[in-house]
Each structure stands twice: as C-alpha cells, then as structure tokens.
C-alpha cells in the first residue's frame, strides 16, 4: 500500500489481517511493522477517529498471533477436507475447505432444515458444531447460540484448534451481556483444558471486566480457576499478568497483593517477556499504595496518573491520553519543572511505570528520537558546565572561607585545652619525682628527659590525627550540607532550566544525557567546579527525567 493510497477501510472490523495487508503466516513483528506504516498518517491527535479504528484492529490481530504462539506446543489438528454433506458418507475427498463446503450448502439448501438435520446428528465432527454455529446467528428459531454450539464442540473435541480458533474469534466482538457471558466462562472452564482455555477466553474476560461490579467478577473468576483445578500452568500466570493491569484501578489491594505474591511464589517462570510486565505491574502497585497523594495535588500530575488509569484498563483512548499529556509536558516545561520539584527520589520508584507507558505508546506511535550530533551534545554539557561555575554566587565560597576560619579557631580552642589537660599533671609528676631523686641519680634525669621528649612528639602526632579527623568531621557536617543546599538551589533556580533547553534542543536519551555529564564533571574542586555535582542532580531529578521522556512527542 502506497502513501498516497489509502487504506482499505472495508476490511474492518471483520479482516484486520486483509486491512494490514499480512498473508495468513505473519509474525507479530511484520503486523507492528505495518501498523507503524499507518499510524505516521493517523496520529491520534489530528486523525481520532481513524486513529482508534486501526488501534482496534492491531489489537484484535495482536492478541490473535499472541495466542497463537502460546498454542503452538498444543496438538495439532489435521483438518480434513472433508466436504460437509448431509451424511457422512456424501463426497469424502473434495477439493473444497471445510468453510468454502459449509458456505456452499447455505446458498444450495434451506439453512433451517440443515440446521436441523445436523443437530439430531448422534455423532458430530468438529465441523458440524462449526456450521451449527454460524447458522446459530442467522436463525431466529435456533434454540441454542453460537458459543453453545463452540462449548459443546470442544467438550467433544478438547484439542481442536478449529474451534479454538473460532470461539477466540467470536470473544473479541461478540456482544454477549453479563449474564450469559459469566455463563460461558463457567461452562468453558469445565470442559476445555487449563493450558489452552485462558488462551481461548481472554478477549472475553476483557469485555467482561467492564460489565459487571468487581465482587461479580471476583467470584465468577474464582469459581473458574476452582473447576480448573490448582495446577499451576504458564497461561495461568500470563493471564493473572495481563489482568493485574486492567484491573489495577478497580481491584481491592489486598487481591492485588494476594496475586502478585502468586506469580514470585508459584516456583515456575513466567512465560516470554511477562516478567517485564510484571515488573511494571509491581511499580504501579506501589504508586496506588504510596504515591497517589502526591500525583494529585498538582495538575500535571493528575494529567499523568489519568494517562496511566486510562492505559492500564486498556481504553481506546489511552494512547491518545499518553501523547496529550506528553506533549502538554514538553511544551509547558517551567510550570511541569515546577510542579515535579527536584531530588523527588522516593517517586523515582513508580516513574519507571510511566517511562515505559510512555515508551510503549512512541513505539506504537513510531515517535522516534532525532539523530543526535555527538559534537553538538559536547558542546552544549560544556557549555553548561563553564556557566554553571562561572556563575555560581561568590557569596557561596566566602561563607566557606568563614566557616573554614571558625573551624579551624575552634579546634585550637579545644587542642589547647586538650594540652593543658594531659601536661599539667604530667609537670606535676614530674616536679614530685624530681624531688625524690634529684641530683643522686643522674640516669633518673635522663629518664625524665626522654618521657618529655617522647610526650611532644605524641601530642605532634595527636594534634595531626585530630586536626584531619575534626576537619572531616567540620566538612560533613557544615560545609558540605551548606554547599548542596546552595548548589541544589542554584539548580532549581538556574541551571535546571538550561539543561531542560539542551535536551529539547538535541533530542537526547536522559540516561545518555546524564552518563555524558558524569564523565566531563566528574573531576575537580567543589569549590572551583560546582558542575561536578551536576550528574548527581540530574540523576536523581524526576521531573526532568519525565521531560526528557516527553520531548521527542512534541517533535
């Protein structure tokens, strides 16, 4: 498909795959490829409408090959092509696929009769419940509906991957209300195997988390996983996963905590790449436990936690939420910087939540980073840095200058006392011993003469190990808690806003941002170089962090 042709909109919702023009083999990767394609023409901000049809569709074709690939270790099924006739011994070998044979009788027969025939079939194949099925939905008189006629195929047939494929199918634009839908959850989990029946209902078990109150759902899902049987199995846990984070807003927290301590306790690995999302699904737990608070006393932050509750239930909105609110960040970046003051590092814990959120969207969205000219990035940090200790108040240093004084007038003080402690009684004993001896033992004078000698040189010794000790001491402190107050200030004030320019400018990573800093202000003199503290401000700036994030979705 050209750029300038557009795409075919009649493929939908029924064929994404035609829509995304993918052969019946595509991975995965070919259909995030092909997305990408379309959503550089419909990006959610000037193209919504558009923008949620071809999100609708990548969804409903990713969960498909999703499943698929956790299904490939099931039997497999050799599908006959048996044409589908009104006895079993009528044409066993045609050309025609099952589908096209069963297509063909409703236009050569009376559907209803067909219908009739096959359901007082004593032995039914796996095609007869598909075709019972389809004419399910287009009889008015069928008693029995279409995922009656699938629950009842596969309680016949466990392992057939036609019917499998077909109620998947079937779960992920049915409408099916409340009632019936909990029903069928019911019925499945006592006929399908544990391995494959999360795999089959999940497009089911999505619709069904928005129709009803979480205590219905909690006791429909229990109720499943107790006719499943408690063997822990792979699906289990990637479905306990991926439900974790619809349901993350809506669940009590303690359910949450029940299951999160399952998955790391069960002793198996998740499947894939469901650590990473179990890992996101941890930090998000922690923001609902400690961080809500503090998200919503500001604007940006309630922006950002509407973002994050919209992307966890899985809107079709969410996307489009994530890239306002990202670009409602880097273009506001004072009021933003404002609000996410720095050295927030408790948040840093749940941030990581919201960078991924925010890179999974870009990835979607192709959002991608420009080039960046490594001498130009050099020549900005440099930039920076040279105006950073240029500018830095002279005040600053002459505080210090006073405050080394002060220090170091006290330590004589006290050194001096310390003398006056330890030689007084020292003369003392010395004038007593004097005494005694005198003039009759001349080794007794030597004796005195060499203590004496041995006494200075230990207060010399003290007087230096207490100088470097109480210096020490002096600079944690006082000086070194007065600088960082004065630096970190500067850097709120001043410099913060510089650094936020230089990434807009050049487009940078944060972490690359800050690892270029680390390496030019990692030497030198406090005093002379207070940039050498900048890799540790930035390090643990949050706000900065999430600006850097939100740049590249106003490009």
Not at 253 to 267: F, M, N, T, V
Request: glycine share 4%; net charge neutral.
């Amino acid at each position: 498909m050209s750029d300038s042709q557009p795409p075919p909109w009649h493929h939908l919702p029924h064929s994404p795959r035609s829509f995304f023009g993918l052969p019946n083999g595509a991975t995965r990767e070919e259909l995030k490829q092909a997305y990408s394609v379309l959503i550089r023409k419909f990006k959610p901000d000037k193209f919504p409408e558009e923008f949620k049809r071809i999100r609708a569709a990548y969804d409903q074709l990713d969960l498909e090959l999703r499943s698929g690939e956790k299904r490939a270790q099931a039997p497999a099924l050799k599908v006959s092509p048996t044409v589908i006739s009104s006895s079993p011994q009528d044409q066993p070998h045609s050309e025609l696929s099952p589908r096209a044979a069963a297509f063909q009788r409703i236009q050569e027969n009376d559907p209803e009769s067909w219908y009739r025939e096959l359901s007082e079939r004593s032995h039914k194949t796996q095609h007869d419940y598909y075709v019972l099925a389809n004419l399910s939905e287009v009889l008015d008189s069928s008693p029995r509906g279409f995922a009656d006629w699938i629950a009842e195929g596969l309680s016949k047939h466990r392992n057939s991957k036609y019917l499998g494929d077909l109620l998947q199918s079937y779960f992920k634009k049915a409408q099916i209300e409340p009632d019936e839908a909990s029903g069928l959850l019911l019925r499945l989990a006592q006929v399908l195997p544990a391995a494959t029946y999360y795999a089959l209902t999940d497009g089911l078990w999505h619709r069904y988390i928005s129709m009803v109150p979480w205590e219905t759902f909690q006791g429909v899902l229990e109720s499943c996983e107790r006719c499943l049987g408690i063997r822990i199995v792979h699906d289990r846990k990637a479905f306990t996963v991926d439900l974790m984070r619809r349901v993350m807003w809506r669940a009590p927290l303690d359910w949450l905590q029940d299951k999160r301590k399952w998955i790391e306790e069960s002793g198996e690995n998740l499947p894939g790449d469901m650590e990473f999302d179990h890992e996101i699904n941890c930090r998000l737990l922690l923001l609902r436990e400690q961080f809500l608070g503090q998200l919503q006393q500001g604007p940006y932050g309630r922006r950002i936690l509407d973002a994050i509750v919209s992307f966890c239930e899985d809107g079709m909105e969410a996307s489009a939420k994530v890239c306002a609110c990202q670009v409602e960040i880097a273009n506001h970046p004072r009021e933003f910087l404002a609000e996410f003051q720095f050295n927030q590092e408790d948040q840093i814990q749940w941030s990581f939540a919201w960078h991924w959120i925010s890179w999974a969207v870009s990835t979607n969205l192709t959002t991608q980073e420009q080039p960046i000219d490594q001498n130009q990035q050099l020549q900005f940090v440099s930039s920076i840095k040279d105006r950073m200790d240029k500018s830095t108040p002279k005040s600053i240093f002459g505080v210090v200058g006073v405050a080394n004084i002060i220090g170091f007038i006290l330590y004589s003080i006290l050194f001096m006392l310390f003398l006056v402690a330890v030689f007084l009684p020292t003369t003392l004993v010395m004038i007593l011993l004097n005494g005694l001896f005198g003039d009759r033992n001349q080794t007794g004078a030597v004796l005195f003469t060499l203590f004496f000698i041995v006494m200075i040189v230990a207060m010399a010794i003290a007087a230096l190990w207490s100088w470097g000790k109480l210096r020490t001491y002096w600079n944690a402190r006082v000086i070194e808690p007065y600088l960082k107050r004065s630096f970190s200030k500067e850097y709120r004030n001043k410099w913060r806003y510089l650094v936020a320019h230089s990434m807009h400018v050049l487009g940078s990573p944060y972490q690359a941002y800050v690892g270029l800093v680390r390496h030019l202000c990692s030497y030198g003199d406090t005093l002379r170089n207070p940039s050498i503290r900048l890799a540790s401000f930035l390090q643990n700036d949050l706000g900065l962090a999430l600006y850097c994030a939100a740049v590249s979705f106003a490009r």
